[in-house]
């Protein structure tokens, strides 16, 4: 009941909207992480099917079964392949980085460097071997694929590469040897086909290179 100046019921009210906008609040983030959620779990079982099947046969049906949610949610979320693509490379990416170049460039010395980067993408290639199969497979030939590769890979290694060669005297065909030794085709063939151990397999191509520049 308001007094004689109406400030009982200004100060009922002041509490009422007060408790509506906590309330509203709370269900507008409630809200926001359970899309947060859905949309994690939608990426995830891209990512798993990507590397069984490929990204190029993955379909929104084949996600959203995997996912557990219905088709109309991916789309929601996602509404073509390129979008799901580019969430599903940023995830992996995001967990699981490819050689900090910064930190490669800190290292003075030429060998040093290369043997270095050698190490951390080869040992990137072994964690990643399924999926980076799949993707650079169908990279040849599906176009959304090859798309998101040259953003998200083909254009770091391609500066990781640079960076290497530089170390080695730099000159064009031995950037073109840098970027072969630095390649997933070039790991797998010495380690999957070769049966070379990790080391074995940098210690080769670094010792290629070395010899490539003196």
Same mark, same amino acid.
């Given at each position: 009941m308001c007094n004689e100046n109406g400030l009982v019921c200004q100060y009922d009210c002041t509490i009422l909207c007060s408790e509506i906008a906590v309330a509203r609040t709370y269900t507008l983030r409630r809200r926001a992480g359970q899309q947060a959620e859905t949309r994690l779990r939608i990426v995830e079982a891209a990512v798993a099917l990507h590397s069984e099947v490929?990204?190029?046969?993955?379909?929104?049906?084949?996600?959203?079964?995997?996912?557990?949610?219905? @088709?109309?949610?991916?789309?929601?979320?996602?509404? =073509? =392949?390129?979008?799901?693509?580019?969430?599903?490379?940023?995830?992996?990416?995001?967990?699981?980085?490819?050689? =900090?170049?910064?930190?490669?460039? @800190?290292i003075a010395d030429g060998a040093e460097r290369l043997r270095k980067g050698l190490g951390e993408i080869y040992a990137w290639y072994a964690r990643n071997a399924d999926l980076a199969a799949s993707v650079t497979r169908d990279a040849e030939f599906h176009a959304v694929t090859r798309e998101t590769v040259t953003l998200r890979i083909a254009k770091p290694i391609a500066a990781l590469a640079e960076l290497l060669s530089t170390g080695l005297g730099g000159g064009r065909k031995r950037l073109a040897l840098t970027k072969l030794a630095l390649s997933f085709a070039t790991w797998r063939e010495l380690t999957r086909e070769g049966g070379l151990t990790q080391e074995e397999a940098i210690d080769v191509m670094a010792r290629s290179l070395e010899c490539a520049a003196a």
């Open positions: 490929g990204p190029a046969q993955t379909t929104v049906s084949m996600v959203a079964e995997r996912a557990g949610v219905q @088709r109309h949610t991916v789309y929601a979320h996602f509404p =073509d =392949d390129r979008s799901l693509q580019l969430a599903c490379s940023g995830l992996s990416l995001e967990r699981d980085p490819l050689p =900090d170049i910064e930190a490669l460039r @800190r």
